[in-house]
């Protein structure tokens, strides 16, 4: 115990400051009422779906939990059901085989809801595209709000993009 | 088993790996197949293709001999296109065979025929990696029953688990099936991530293609990179400048650094120690960003080009590489005594999710998990490419087979990759970091071979004419190792899957193609 304190108190904190909401990635306007916005109440969650990835994207949003970006330190979580989120993460192109997956998901992810697709895949289909077995991007098969490009982006990108979602709201 | 014993004609395949091709029939297909084994060689990988101009097909199968790799070529008829299966021989065989099924058509005899990467995208009687498939038709999608092999007995229930997984990873399916929490059999489904990736390099240069290799698995980018541009070298009989050679090595060790610092992060969390998540993921991202200092990218992707690396290092880069190597050693060095004696994490690790050195062999476990079962099987040991071969690289291996064995293993490799890095930096040698690839003459083959983080990638290739390619198949090393995955839980309790699946740490994109 005395070694893992001892390597706290030396590791300091290395928390950076957040990034600036960014209005260009907005791709939906979103209607948010009042009382709705009042929900999040000071804390947002977050369901991961990787509708098709190549897997970069989720190491990058693994990086945003680590203590240099510190996501759950602006008090955002990732919760392990669609049930318990105010918002979806959403990275890949979306395989045809994670389509049914990925709408039921969406639907049973309670409103408000908000998605912010991720990488350029998610944006744009990417390098994969559409075919016979991809969807392309993920607005092909649920309303997204938010799009982070990036081949994968950046942690402080996924950090900008979940913030430019909520902003609304943390404007009241 | 050596080349000279194969009854076939070999001939040697050009590039920076010693591999031999050969035409067989169906008898020497199987029999061959027997023989590897009983002398104790493993299959790499199984694929098909259908033979450019002729409707007819052949399936390959990339076989390891003592003095490399064997790939040898079977050829099928379009009007049985069936091929003798070697499941029994090879359990991995299993998932390719099916998988070359759904794919183009071709059965393999005997055995499992359930469908593996078809779930209902495309019908059953089409094949997308047929020439004449239409790839831009929309298959109308239908849910497809998959039987999955019933327990019964007293008390005996099922868990269905993902695609849509708890945590931030990748979609596929788990069936458990337990009493009370021990878990009786697990069956994976996976195929959740196919997004066509096969037909797709088919549709592109040989030069632009490496991108689409570098994003097969995106933790294992320059893995796949190198084995994809081997492949393409290969094919123009092209060999990169030497210094070019020394980077990609210290690319490759680099991606090796960074994945198991985040694996060992990870674990120590499963295990209830987030402490250790939060140091290794500390220490991750330090490499992370340095990778983006002085390669651009913080993940390396399309570091490695054909016929080279697309950027030098400077001696600012390499100073900041060395006091990198220097401060992670410390730090890992200090961390990995905060992790042998902590009571709460050994207890997890201990015993955990085991697989003996027996099964690990009769099933074909490999790369990393290989190691940490007795597989004493690293490339980079046994048939090193430059700079490999004057590297001397030492290989970590235990015997335990459990989640600590695989804990001890990462910790060995981080150091020694760390060594690696140091000894690269300071031989570098002076070159052209990126020559030219002449066009590869039609139906000319090549094959890359790299030992990445996780195991030993394959990338075969086959030429088009004008620089396109005829077919490309990359193989990852979880098409051996997620089979094991399912032995590794058999009576071991529910709640430790996530941290056994995490030792494992296996690619679905890698597999799901």
């Not at chain 2, 794919?103 to 005899?109: I, P």
């Not at chain 2, 027996?358 to 040991?381: E, F, V």
């Not at chain 2, 020694?416 to 300071?426: A, H, P, R, Y």
Request: aromatic content about 8%; charged content about 20%; overall charge negative.
């Amino acid at each position: 115990m005395y070694q893992i304190l001892k390597k706290i108190a030396q590791s300091g904190i290395v928390s950076e400051s957040p990034p600036e909401a960014d209005e260009s990635l907005r791709v939906l306007q979103q209607q948010l009422e009042d009382s709705v916005l009042r929900s999040f109440a000071g804390a947002l969650t977050i369901r991961h779906v990787d509708a098709g990835s190549c897997n970069g994207c989720e190491l990058e949003i693994h990086a945003a939990n680590n203590p240099y970006h510190n996501l759950e330190g602006l008090g955002i979580r990732f919760v392990a059901s669609p049930r318990h989120a105010d918002m979806l993460l959403v990275t890949g192109p979306v395989s045809r085989n994670m389509e049914t997956a990925l709408k039921r998901t969406y639907d049973a992810t309670p409103e408000p809801k908000l998605v912010v697709a991720i990488g350029d895949c998610g944006c744009t289909g990417g390098i994969f595209g559409e075919s016979y077995a991809s969807c392309g991007r993920v607005s092909n098969v649920i309303p997204v709000d938010v799009a982070v490009p990036g081949c994968p982006p950046t942690p402080r990108a996924i950090l900008q993009g979940i913030l430019t979602a909520i902003q609304l709201r943390a404007k009241l | 088993m050596q080349i000279e014993d194969f009854p076939v004609e070999l001939s040697p395949v050009p590039g920076a790996m010693p591999v031999w091709r050969g035409g067989v029939d169906a008898a020497q297909w199987r029999s061959l197949a027997e023989q590897v084994r009983g002398k104790g060689g493993r299959l790499v990988a199984l694929w098909a293709s259908e033979i450019v101009g002729r409707h007819a097909f052949e399936v390959h199968m990339a076989l390891t001999v003592r003095s490399g790799l064997v790939w040898l070529t079977l050829p099928v008829s379009a009007q049985r296109p069936e091929f003798p299966g070697i499941a029994d021989v090879f359990p991995a065989a299993n998932r390719m065979q099916r998988a070359a099924f759904d794919l183009l058509g071709v059965r393999a005899e005997g055995g499992d025929a359930r469908q593996w990467l078809r779930h209902g995208a495309w019908a059953e009687h089409e094949f997308p990696l047929r020439k004449g498939f239409d790839v831009k038709a929309m298959h109308q999608a239908s849910a497809e029953h998959y039987p999955f092999v019933a327990v019964r007995g007293d008390g005996v229930h099922e868990i269905p688990v993902g695609p849509v997984h708890a945590g931030t990873i990748e979609p596929g399916h788990f069936r458990f099936s337990i009493v009370g929490e021990r878990v009786l059999r697990l069956e994976e489904r996976l195929g959740y991530k196919h997004k066509g990736v096969e037909k797709l390099f088919e549709s592109m240069s040989i030069v632009d293609a490496a991108r689409l290799a570098g994003r097969v698995s995106g933790d294992s980018t320059v893995a796949y990179g190198w084995a994809y541009c081997m492949a393409a070298e290969g094919a123009a009989f092209a060999t990169p400048p030497e210094r070019a050679q020394w980077l990609r090595a210290l690319l490759l060790e680099r991606e090796r650094i960074a994945n198991h610092l985040g694996d060992l992060g990870f674990l120590g969390n499963d295990a209830g120690l987030a402490f250790g998540l939060a140091q290794f993921s500390r220490l991750m991202e330090d490499v992370l960003r340095l990778n983006h200092t002085v390669f651009g990218h913080r993940y390396l992707m399309d570091a490695i080009v054909p016929g080279g690396v697309a950027r030098d290092i400077d001696s600012a880069g390499a100073q900041a590489m060395r006091a990198e190597i220097g401060a992670l050693r410390t730090a890992i060095r200090s961390l990995r005594v905060i992790y042998d004696e902590h009571p709460g994490l050994q207890d997890r690790f201990i015993g955990a999710g085991r697989v003996a050195p027996d099964l690990a062999d009769r099933l074909g476990l490999c790369g990393l998990a290989g190691r940490a079962s007795g597989m004493s099987w690293d490339l980079r040991t046994q048939f090193p490419p430059t700079p490999y071969d004057s590297l001397d690289v030492r290989m970590a291996t235990h015997r335990n087979g459990d989640v600590a064995a695989r804990v001890t293993v990462r910790f060995d490799e981080i150091l020694e990759s760390l060594d690696l890095c140091w000894v690269i930096l300071d031989r570098l040698p002076h070159s052209e970091i990126r020559g030219s690839l002449p066009l590869p003459a039609e139906g000319s083959v090549g094959l890359g071979w790299v030992e990445g983080w996780r195991g030993e990638v394959l990338v075969a290739l086959e030429a088009g004419p004008g620089g396109s390619l005829a077919r490309v198949h990359p193989h990852d090393p979880s098409w051996q190792n997620w089979p094991l995955l399912e032995h590794a839980v058999i009576g071991n309790i529910v709640p430790d899957f996530p941290l056994i699946n995490k030792s494992f740490n296996l690619s679905y994109s890698g597999v799901d193609l």
